[in-house]
Each structure stands twice: as structure tokens, then as C-alpha cells.
């Protein structure tokens, strides 16, 4: 019996990478560009190489970098503004305040509250799942959670007369809706803006307005479905029925402050990652002292849910430290600076260097999509292709934070059909669709998404979107 083939983690994808680099530090000439200190264009014409290959060491001395330095020398890099030390102690943090505020019942009570107060209302009970739904996957992250709200939803559906489609449609398709267009969320857009080099969250104005097109678009393709396909019952059934507490709007009323203060900070403030880590380790003091005091959880609990939260994320932040350790074994980013990335980007962008740079943009998307199917894990993701892409982006005339749009639409996206998203699949599972029968259902509203994140792509081509 053949055992099923698994891909590869994204920790293994990106050892294997540092094997190749090292071995092709042996023969691959280090380039370097000729440009100002003082500017941020570069051009082709301006590359150089050094006479002769500049073989990695084994293992590095004195600091220097080494193939078995890789990972701590990439964890150390950098400072608390950016990757990757910056980065990996923002994950850490807003994970452990995300784990504590999920501890608390709170956000699940919010959307079985949302539920039970608009199921009997057709027009309404659809677009508040599906907005509610989106919002959790744009503000944190909402991903694998879908699974259990499906295992919740599904049967109240079932009694509505709704199928399996649209329980997934308005839980999992919606957060990664949300998810791909999101202005904040801190485990996807934060990494890859940090890698880049970009303000963390900076952008955000075409990202919110392409979160609302999307959603709408979203909302409008679920509730004709829905519409379309839900069969006659009877209503009359009793529902259970969830209430919020004082707890628990004292918990959202909080979340929702601090998510207004990092917009305000971020907008009006200037505010950066340690200011942005500082302002979630609030949030997670809050609603461990209310939790306490409404007794909804001890201290000790909320502690404990911290490290939990924390350990969840534990593995992007390694992602991030070893992608970090890749660039340094590569030279570093430094285009000044010899270095085989620099060699690297060169001839990569020579090959695409007389294609229209919207074209160019649009590829970049396009490359994304096909590459989240190998790493489904955004931060993975953004740890493996945004060390290059953004240097990358810079020698074919697309702006970084375009780049960083396409890494975006094309993992959030295609989450919504590649069978290799665990998440995906365990939604299926839980309400019985085979991937087959999903695939099928769902390629033309993919088609639909694929339409509109073109259009978004070549529309801040257009704009130098920055």
C-alpha cells in the first residue's frame, strides 16, 4: 500500500533551499549594483560580479555567516523595527494576546450570538455571517477556527434549509476573503511589509477598499447561491439559543477599542512594530483583568492561554528567522554589496526586463497563487518568496508594496481551493464534501476572484501603489 504523498513543510522547503545555496556559493559569482547611496533606482546596466566564487564557511566564526549559523544568526538579525528579531517578537506577542482573548469564549459567543439573532431573518442571516466571517479573517487572522464553527453552523443550516456549500461559503470562504484582502492582519501582512522593508500595515487605504469590493462580491455570490439552492422547512423548529453576557461585551467592546487605537496609531501616529506589539500586549492585560473579574477565567488561565498563543505561532517566527538566515548566507540584501541574491535578481530580471512592468506586476500574483500550493502557510509563504520578490520588484519597476499585494491575493485566494490547505479540507470533512465535489462548485467564483485580483493588480500598477 502506497503511503499518500504530503508536501513538504515549509521549514524543510527552506532548509533544502540553504543546502542549494551553500553548494552554490562553490561556483556562482557574487553581484553587485552601482548605484547612489542616496537612491532607490536601480537598473541593470549598473550590475557588476566579482572575479571569482565566495564559498560559504560550514560553520561561521566571530559572527561571520555560516551553513550551521543559518538559523540563530537569522533569528538575531536585524532590530526591533523590522525582521527579523522586530518580527519575531511582534508574532509572539500578538499571538499570546489573540490566545488569551480566544480563551475567553468571547468571539465565539459573538458569532453564535450573530447567529441566533438573524437566522430567522432571511435577508439578514447570510451577509452578517459572511461580513462577520470576512472581518475575522481581515482583522486576525481567521483561518483554521472556520473548522469549528462549521461543525456548529452546519446543523443549524441543515434545519434552514441550507446545503454544505453554504455553510462553507459564509464561515471558511469568507475569512479568506477577509484574509487576502486584509489592511491588518498581523500573521500575514506584517511579515511580508517587515521582509520588504515596508511601514507595517502602511497602504492601507486600497487595501480597505479592495476588502470592501471583494466582500460585497463574496456576499453577493453566496446569498443567490443560498437563495437558489436552499430547500423548504420547517421554521418552526426551536433554535438554541446563545446570549451574550456582560463579560462578554465588555471583552468585544475592548477588542474593538484596540483595534480602533492601532488604526489611529497607525494612520495618525506613525506607530511601528513596537508600538504595534506593545498596543496587542494591552489587549491581552485587558482581557486577561476582566476575564478575571468576571470571572470567566483565573490569572494562571490566562497565562497559560498567552504561551499557547504564542507557542501556535511559534513556528512562523522560526520561518521568519530562518528566511532571514537564508538572505545573510546569500550575502545579504544589500544591493551595494556583493552577494549571490544580488546575482540572483539580476538574471531573473533580465529575463522578464522587456515585458510591460504591469505585466511584470500581474506575474508576480500569478506566481504567488501557483506557489501556495506547495506552502499553503502565509506566513511560510511570505518567509520563502518576499526576501526576493521585493528586491526583485525594485528592478522591473513595481513597487514593493504592489508585491507585497500580489504575495496577498495570491495566498489568501487560492486557500479557497488548493487541496493542500488543511484548513479547507477540514471544512469539508466536518460537513461531508469530498474536494472533488467542492473544486467543481466553486472554479467559477475562483475565476470571478482571479478576474478581480488582476484588476486590482494592474490598477496599483497604475498608481505606483506605495
Avoid at 477577509?178 to 511580508?192: H, L, Q, V
Avoid at 517566527?317 to 551595494?336: I, R, T
Amino acid at each position: 500500500m502506497h503511503q499518500k504523498y504530503k508536501m513538504p513543510d515549509a521549514f524543510v522547503i527552506l532548509m533544502m533551499m540553504v543546502v542549494l545555496c551553500y553548494l552554490a556559493s562553490f561556483f556562482v559569482l557574487p553581484g553587485f549594483f552601482n548605484t547612489p547611496e542616496q537612491t532607490n533606482t536601480v537598473m541593470l546596466s549598473q550590475f557588476s560580479q566579482i572575479a571569482s566564487p565566495a564559498p560559504m564557511a560550514l560553520f561561521g566564526e566571530g559572527g561571520t555567516p555560516g551553513f550551521f549559523n543559518v538559523l540563530f544568526e537569522g533569528l538575531v538579525s536585524g532590530d526591533k523595527n523590522g525582521a527579523a528579531i522586530g518580527v519575531i517578537a511582534f508574532i509572539l506577542i500578538t499571538g499570546g494576546a489573540f490566545g488569551v482573548l480566544m480563551q475567553t469564549k468571547a468571539i465565539d459567543n459573538g458569532v453564535m450570538s450573530l447567529i441566533n439573532n438573524t437566522q430567522k431573518i432571511d435577508w439578514l442571516f447570510i451577509p452578517s455571517l459572511f461580513v462577520a466571517f470576512s472581518l475575522g479573517g481581515a482583522i486576525f487572522g481567521m483561518g483554521e477556527e472556520a473548522i469549528a464553527f462549521c461543525i456548529v453552523l452546519y446543523p443549524i443550516m441543515q434545519k434552514l434549509g441550507y446545503n454544505a456549500y453554504v455553510t462553507v461559503l459564509v464561515t471558511y470562504v469568507a475569512t479568506q476573503i477577509g484574509f487576502a484582502t486584509s489592511p491588518m492582519n498581523p500573521f500575514s501582512i506584517a511579515i511580508a511589509q517587515s521582509i520588504a522593508g515596508l511601514e507595517v500595515f502602511s497602504g492601507a487605504e486600497l487595501r480597505v477598499a479592495l476588502t470592501a469590493i471583494f466582500i460585497v462580491v463574496g456576499m453577493v455570490f453566496t446569498m443567490r447561491y443560498a437563495k437558489h439552492s436552499r430547500k423548504s422547512v420547517d421554521c418552526s423548529t426551536p433554535q438554541s439559543h446563545t446570549q451574550l453576557d456582560a463579560v462578554d461585551k465588555v471583552l468585544l467592546i475592548a477588542f474593538l477599542a484596540v483595534i480602533i487605537w492601532v488604526i489611529y496609531g497607525v494612520t495618525a501616529k506613525g506607530y511601528y512594530i513596537p508600538e504595534l506589539a506593545a498596543q496587542f500586549f494591552v489587549l491581552g492585560l485587558i482581557v486577561t483583568v476582566t476575564a478575571k473579574l468576571g470571572k470567566r477565567q483565573t490569572i494562571s488561565e490566562s497565562v497559560d492561554a498567552f504561551k499557547h498563543g504564542s507557542a501556535a505561532l511559534l513556528p512562523a517566527a522560526m520561518l521568519v528567522g530562518l528566511a532571514k538566515g537564508l538572505v545573510l548566507l546569500l550575502g545579504g540584501s544589500e544591493l551595494n554589496s556583493p552577494s549571490m541574491l544580488n546575482t540572483l535578481l539580476y538574471h531573473c530580471a533580465s529575463v522578464i526586463s522587456d515585458i510591460p512592468d504591469v505585466i511584470a506586476a500581474w506575474s508576480m500574483y500569478v506566481f504567488q497563487s501557483v506557489f501556495n500550493f506547495f506552502v499553503s502557510s502565509g506566513s511560510g509563504q511570505a518567509a520563502i518568496t518576499m526576501p526576493i520578490m521585493a528586491p526583485l520588484a525594485d528592478l522591473i519597476g513595481v513597487s514593493r508594496q504592489t508585491a507585497v499585494l500580489a504575495f496577498q491575493l495570491g495566498d489568501g485566494l487560492t486557500n479557497i481551493i488548493i487541496p493542500t490547505s488543511a484548513s479547507l479540507i477540514g471544512c469539508l470533512g466536518v460537513v461531508n464534501l469530498s474536494w472533488g465535489d467542492w473544486a467543481k462548485f466553486i472554479w467559477r467564483f475562483m475565476l470571478v476572484l482571479f478576474g478581480l485580483s488582476t484588476l486590482a493588480m494592474v490598477f496599483a500598477q497604475l498608481i505606483n501603489y506605495q
